[in-house]
């Protein structure tokens, strides 16, 4: 019986333990949403192919490629993104619109905190060029 328990509270423990690591891994918990421009939760200084391009890749090409430009919209180059963060578009489509909006970007989703400040600090960053 004594073994029991011996074993018992060491699977505890364990078990506490994995559960901690694996809220530190958690990108999100390490850095709390940087609205006061404290914490960052991404490295370096906002570019676009390393932090914008994988949230287009992921959330947006699939209806603003060449080939699918739904509402006329394509956004596969920087270039073409930068022409709606510079018109005030894309700050109206990503954080102002209500979900119910048709033009809320993306539609019927909402960006992760980290996607969102990432897209605020490359829009802020075209707009000081
Ligand atoms: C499921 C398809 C879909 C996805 C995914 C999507 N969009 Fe759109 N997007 C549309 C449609 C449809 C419109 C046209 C909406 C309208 O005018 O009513 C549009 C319009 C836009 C516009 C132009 C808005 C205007 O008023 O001129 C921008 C900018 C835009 N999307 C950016 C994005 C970004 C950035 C993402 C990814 C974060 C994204 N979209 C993801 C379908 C999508």
């Known amino acids: 019986m004594r073994h029991l328990l011996f074993y018992w509270t060491v ?4 078990l506490l333990l994995l559960n901690t690591a694996c809220t ?3 990108e999100e918990d ?5 609205e006061n421009g404290d914490e960052l939760c991404y490295e370096g200084n906002i570019d676009f192919d390393k932090h914008i391009q994988p949230i287009l890749d992921a959330q947006c090409l699939l ?8 509402g006329g919209v394509i956004i596969e180059r920087e270039e073409d ?3 709606y963060a510079r018109s005030g578009i894309l700050e ?9 909006d048709p033009r809320k970007m993306p539609p019927g989703t ?9 897209f605020r600090d490359w829009i802020e960053a075209v707009n000081e060029e």
């Open 81 to 83: 993104l930068a022409v």
């Open 11 to 14: 699977g505890m423990v364990g």
């Open 24 to 26: 530190a891994e958690n």
């Open 92 to 100: 109206e489509v990503l954080f102002d619109l209500p979900a119910s």
């Open 30 to 34: 390490r850095f709390p949403p940087g």
């Open 63 to 70: 209806c603003h490629a060449p080939n699918q430009g739904l």
């Open 110 to 118: 909402e960006l992760s905190t980290c996607d969102k400040e990432k």
